[in-house]
């Protein structure tokens, strides 16, 4: 069984791979695994030695310390979302709405947006109709 702090550890890896736009198999070959292997790490399957750590901070340019902002050793869950931007450990790796692929594709579009002034009233649009209640069927 995964330790809870590879699985968070890999949720991090995923989340960062995926909203760079990287495939498993580009960043494998970038640091010379397979996409299997990646997909290991990313599950906690496998356990990333500090090397391996080290050489994916590199590749996707943070820090160490970025896989495990947010992790609380006592509890062993993330915390809220601003300090880790992850979710609770207990919670199921592939329906997670932080990391599914719609929202980092989301992400990932919206920050494509170069004007501030545009992409501020996209993120105002958005919260606004967040905010509406559902039409009545």
Same mark, same amino acid.
């Given at each position: 069984?995964?330790?809870?702090?590879?699985?968070?550890?890999?949720?991090?890896?995923?989340?960062?791979?995926? *909203? @760079?736009?990287?495939?498993?198999?580009? *960043?494998?070959?970038? *640091?010379?695994?397979? /996409?299997?292997?990646?997909? +290991?790490?990313?599950?906690?399957?496998?356990?990333?030695?500090?090397?391996? @750590? #080290?050489? $994916?901070? +590199?590749?996707?340019?943070?820090?160490?310390? #970025? /896989? $495990?902002?947010?992790?609380?050793?006592? %509890?062993?869950? %993330?915390?809220?979302?601003?300090?880790?931007?992850?979710?609770?450990?207990? =919670?199921? $790796?592939?329906?997670? +709405?932080?990391? =599914?692929?719609?929202? @980092?594709?989301?992400?990932? &579009? #919206?920050?494509?947006? %170069?004007?501030?002034?545009?992409?501020?009233?996209? /993120?105002? @649009?958005?919260? =606004?109709?967040?905010? +509406?209640? &559902? &039409?009545?069927?």
């Amino acid at each position: 069984m995964p330790h809870p702090v590879d699985i968070y550890v890999g949720k991090r890896l995923r989340m960062r791979r995926t *909203i @760079l736009g990287l495939s498993q198999e580009a *960043i494998g070959n970038a *640091i010379g695994v397979t /996409f299997q292997q990646i997909q +290991k790490y990313e599950r906690g399957i496998n356990r990333m030695g500090s090397s391996r @750590l #080290y050489d $994916f901070a +590199k590749l996707l340019g943070v820090p160490e310390s #970025y /896989f $495990f902002e947010g992790y609380d050793a006592e %509890s062993g869950v %993330s915390l809220p979302y601003p300090a880790g931007m992850a979710e609770d450990a207990s =919670s199921d $790796f592939e329906h997670d +709405k932080l990391t =599914s692929r719609e929202t @980092l594709e989301m992400m990932r &579009a #919206y920050y494509r947006i %170069s004007d501030p002034q545009v992409r501020k009233r996209v /993120f105002e @649009l958005v919260k =606004s109709l967040a905010d +509406k209640p &559902a &039409a009545a069927a």
